[in-house]
């Protein structure tokens, strides 16, 4: 019985001697984003946000820096990536060409800004935070769920364009949000 173990035991540590590479070199691939018409992906990679044809090829940095760029959003039209950086200590919301080129800081609070959408009209950047509500609210004080507020892409002032936490919200064709009902009496 002890001659058919040993055979058994090195094919076992044959296996794991060829896995280990594997376990070595983490691709860290991370928040990929289709373009709208299909035809690309932003991915984050080690903190840096790269574009790949969706067929597969090499992919390009868009970014390469000490900070960490991360969840990529294609505008409609496919003209734009917003995405979320640390550049100034805490997240603000981005926004670059798609063809690549300089990131405009857009978010200026020192709450994480992290973006979700578009508007339809690709003007402004839907995000969600966590800025402090008002006393009324019946999330203060808290601040820790997080709100959707949009601020346009030529750097306006942000405005808070929704209530009610909802991260990863979509817009719907129109403008309207996607939202559940609030429950009766509350």
Not at 23 to 35: C, D, F, K, M, N
Not at 153 to 174: F, H, I, N, T, Y
Request: charged residues 20%; proline residues 10%.
């Amino acid at each position: 019985m002890e001659n058919t173990l040993r055979p058994s035991l090195a094919l076992l540590l044959l296996a794991f001697a060829y896995l280990l590479p594997a376990q070595e070199s983490p691709l860290w691939l991370r928040y990929p984003a289709i373009s709208p018409d299909g035809e690309q992906i932003v991915f984050s990679f080690k903190g840096d946000l790269y574009k790949v044809p969706a067929a597969g090829g090499q992919a390009y940095p868009l970014t390469l820096h000490d900070a960490r760029d991360f969840m990529p959003v294609w505008s409609h039209d496919g003209k734009w990536i917003a995405f979320a950086s640390d550049r100034y200590g805490n997240f603000d919301v981005f926004l670059m060409p798609a063809a690549g080129g300089s990131a405009t800081r857009l978010t200026y609070h020192s709450a994480g800004d992290f973006p979700s959408d578009f508007t339809p009209d690709d003007k402004s950047v839907i995000f969600s935070s966590s800025q402090l509500d008002a006393a009324a609210n019946q999330q203060f004080p808290s601040g820790v769920l997080s709100e959707l507020y949009s601020v346009p892409g030529d750097r306006g002032r942000p405005e808070d364009v929704a209530d009610d936490s909802g991260r990863k919200c979509p817009l719907q064709p129109g403008g309207l949000y996607a939202r559940l009902p609030r429950p009766q009496g509350v």
